[in-house]
């Protein structure tokens, strides 16, 4: 409306000038239109949804500050949702709840003694609220930059105990950089949870080494730090994040805690979990609580949670690029590589980096514990990392459940595992008992054939995917499915023709250039999957998963060369993927150079990728093995070790 009266007061000025007056009466129509319209406009912007709010819930909260738009939201289940600029980030449903619990328990119990504790980000303050149950917290601080935020956090009392009525704490309404820039004050616990959002980066300044150096240096001396990162964050800006991470702190720990959050701890002193001082804090009856509810008040089982060290992490990393307040690169990279593919993608990919990071050693516990039970929850979390890794992201778990029972038979404590078998059974039981008739939705119906799909049941998950096809003809997800649904079904030479009727339908998505690909190559068309291949690279750059598919069909080319380049490209995506490194190797071999070869071989046998008896036995190998740089001793030792 104020724009309008302002154009008004031009357009009049005009007319009076000019003498005409049709502008000015026009001028006058559409303020009065807008004046009208106003409450309208307004009654309309309010109905646009968060990214989670559905028209049945019921809103508590919409404010606008000059920060940002804050929704609080009841779902009929009685879950609540908390928005900011329509996003959601944070929340009372049980995966959310884990994370901020996560970020609240675990530095606190990993120092000595918490005593004054520093929260960057308060969101629906349950992470303040777990960190509150501690007695022997004296000063508990938290920064938030939005201040409509701070008045959401007061509608989940219940969840957060009340805590911004808690006399420790103090809430600070600023940015969290600045706060750390300007106080004098030394915290024993720093604990952030900084989001980065498919559609808008922002927070990447709080996701930079120069950020972690400066919370490192208002560390007291046997301080932790804790920062928080998703799943499905995508891998290449994980490695950054971790990169950044480990040069600001001596030690390091880098944990995965089921299912989507990666967590890194920083401190000045190695970081050791004391049993005993873990126990004491349990008889406290609120903070025993709060950890059972999440299978974390075992000490045993949380270090064995620790996927690698800041040694381990240092040689995998490299010389991964660094986020800086200079070069803030995270601010332009995420979204694009969110643009790429979906998040399930993202979640495949961090989760085989975890379990190629996977170290036997689980974090160091002193005081009373046993070693014996702390090996064995090493095996099952190993088991349950893998199976995490094989399934297809985490919401998508069925083809791991041989993995998970070897996991349990080894470790019979771990419920973990025995929950999941269970819900898992009891999800494949409804899968089998689903009614045809039951009216469903697109997504529902995708669902249903996802399931068929990872049980091996390809005929049922087929059909699922036509009801859900003829339900939303331009769902690639689910076309997607249906060629591989024909593939397990043996019908190849549909599933070519449908690949190529998806290719023309969505030119855009990367992954059926790659089914079409593979598809040619099992006709034995070499030539023409490479060229599918190449166009699945080249929409997509970030996926190992398709690089590899073109490394193989160049060797299959017995284009050596271009073929082991096309290795080191996927070894510099994913390290763990497959045996990339090993095939680097084979493919300089067959080019004839047997010095690069053999720094192939030498990254297998320093980063333990393998079996490295191969290298002793394989037929492609022995151009090399009659080389001059081949070291058969150091091999063999190799090979002694790991039997």
């Known amino acids: 409306?104020?724009?309008?009266?302002?154009?008004?007061?031009?357009?009049?000025?005009?007319?009076?000038?000019?003498?005409?007056?049709?502008?000015?009466?026009?001028?006058?129509?559409?303020?009065?239109?807008?004046?009208?319209?106003?409450?309208?406009?307004?009654?309309?912007?309010?109905?646009?949804?968060?990214?989670?709010?559905?028209?049945?819930?019921?809103?508590?909260?919409?404010?606008?500050?000059?920060?940002?738009?804050?929704?609080?939201?009841?779902?009929?289940?009685?879950?609540?949702?908390?928005?900011?600029?329509?996003?959601?980030?944070?929340?009372?449903?049980?995966?959310?709840?884990?994370?901020?619990?996560?970020?609240?328990?675990?530095?606190?119990?990993?120092?000595?003694?918490?005593?004054?504790?520093?929260?960057?980000?308060?969101?629906?303050?349950?992470?303040l609220g777990a960190i509150s149950l501690y007695d022997e917290v004296e000063s508990l601080e938290v920064v938030e930059i939005v201040p409509s935020v701070v008045q959401g956090a007061r509608l989940f009392r219940e969840a957060n105990h009340a805590v911004l009525d808690d006399p420790r704490a103090r809430v600070i309404v600023g940015d969290g950089v600045q706060h750390l820039l300007t106080t004098r004050r030394r915290y024993d616990v720093i604990s952030s949870d900084s989001k980065l959002n498919p559609e808008f980066v922002g927070n990447?300044?709080?996701?930079?080494?120069?950020?972690?150096?400066?919370?490192?240096?208002?560390?007291?001396?046997?301080?932790?730090?804790?920062?928080?990162?998703?799943?499905?964050?995508?891998?290449?800006?994980?490695?950054?994040?971790?990169?950044?991470?480990?040069?600001?702190?001596?030690?390091?720990?880098?944990?995965?805690?089921?299912?989507?959050?990666?967590?890194?701890?920083?401190?000045?002193?190695?970081?050791?979990?004391?049993?005993?001082?873990?126990?004491?804090?349990?008889?406290?009856?609120?903070?025993?609580?709060?950890?059972?509810?999440?299978?974390?008040?075992?000490?045993?089982?949380v270090a064995t949670y620790r996927v690698a060290d800041r040694a381990g992490l240092d040689r995998a990393l490299g010389a991964c690029p660094v986020n800086t307040w200079l070069r803030p690169r995270l601010e332009f990279d995420t979204v694009r590589e969110f643009q790429r593919k979906p998040m399930v993608y993202h979640e495949n990919d961090n989760l085989r980096w975890l379990f190629w990071l996977w170290s036997d050693a689980a974090l160091p516990v002193a005081g009373t514990h046993d070693p014996q039970r702390l090996a064995r929850f090493r095996f099952s979390t190993g088991k349950y990392l893998e199976g995490y890794t094989?399934?297809?992201?985490?919401?998508?778990?069925?083809?791991?459940?041989?993995?998970?029972?070897?996991?349990?038979?080894?470790?019979?404590?771990?419920?973990?595992?025995?929950?999941?078998?269970?819900?898992?059974?009891?999800?494949?039981?409804?899968?089998?008992?689903?009614?045809?008739?039951?009216?469903?939705?697109?997504?529902?119906?995708l669902t249903l054939g996802l399931s068929h799909l990872d049980a091996k049941r390809p005929r049922e998950g087929l059909a699922a995917f036509d009801r859900a096809i003829a339900l939303m003809p331009d769902a690639s997800d689910a076309r997607y499915n249906r060629l591989l649904a024909l593939r397990q079904l043996g019908r190849d030479d549909e599933a070519l023709r449908e690949a190529e009727r998806f290719v023309a339908d969505f030119p855009r998505l990367p992954q059926g250039w790659s089914f079409l690909g593979r598809s040619r190559a099992q006709a034995g068309d070499l030539e023409g999957a490479v060229a599918e291949f190449r166009r699945a690279v080249r929409l997509d750059p970030s996926t190992a998963a398709y690089v590899n598919n073109l490394a193989t069909a160049l060797a299959g080319q017995q284009k050596f060369r271009e073929a082991a380049q096309q290795f080191e490209r996927v070894f510099a995506l994913n390290p763990g993927f497959g045996d990339c490194a090993f095939f680097a190797a084979v493919a300089w071999s067959r080019a004839g150079d047997q010095t690069r070869a053999w720094s192939w071989v030498e990254t297998c046998l320093d980063r333990r990728l393998g079996n490295p008896g191969r290298f002793l036995t394989d037929a492609r190998l022995a151009a090399l093995r009659a080389a001059p740089v081949w070291n058969q001793g150091r091999v063999e030792a190799a090979a002694k070790a790991e039997s």
């Not at 771990?414 to 697109?442: F, G, N, Q």
């Open 390 to 445: 094989t399934g297809g992201g985490v919401s998508r778990l069925a083809s791991a459940r041989p993995l998970f029972a070897q996991g349990l038979a080894g470790n019979p404590d771990d419920m973990r595992l025995a929950y999941l078998i269970e819900r898992l059974a009891r999800e494949d039981a409804a899968a089998l008992t689903a009614d045809a008739a039951e009216p469903r939705t697109a997504q529902e119906w």
């Open 204 to 301: 990447s300044a709080i996701l930079a080494r120069d950020y972690y150096a400066l919370c490192r240096d208002r560390l007291t001396d046997d301080g932790v730090m804790i920062q928080w990162t998703a799943t499905h964050l995508p891998n290449s800006e994980t490695r950054v994040v971790a990169r950044s991470f480990i040069d600001a702190f001596p030690h390091v720990a880098l944990f995965w805690i089921d299912p989507s959050n990666v967590i890194l701890i920083g401190a000045k002193r190695p970081l050791v979990l004391d049993a005993d001082r873990w126990r004491a804090r349990l008889t406290d009856h609120d903070v025993r609580a709060d950890l059972e509810s999440e299978l974390l008040a075992d000490p045993e089982l």
């Open 1 to 127: 409306a104020l724009s309008g009266l302002i154009g008004a007061a031009v357009l009049l000025a005009a007319a009076r000038r000019g003498g005409r007056r049709a502008p000015a009466l026009a001028a006058c129509g559409l303020v009065a239109a807008l004046a009208m319209a106003a409450p309208w406009l307004d009654a309309r912007a309010r109905q646009i949804r968060s990214d989670t709010q559905q028209p049945d819930d019921v809103v508590l909260l919409d404010r606008e500050d000059p920060a940002a738009a804050t929704r609080v939201y009841r779902k009929p289940n009685g879950e609540m949702h908390m928005s900011v600029d329509g996003w959601h980030i944070g929340g009372t449903e049980p995966g959310l709840v884990r994370k901020e619990k996560i970020l609240a328990h675990l530095p606190v119990l990993l120092t000595a003694r918490a005593r004054d504790v520093l929260a960057v980000g308060l969101g629906s303050g349950i992470t």
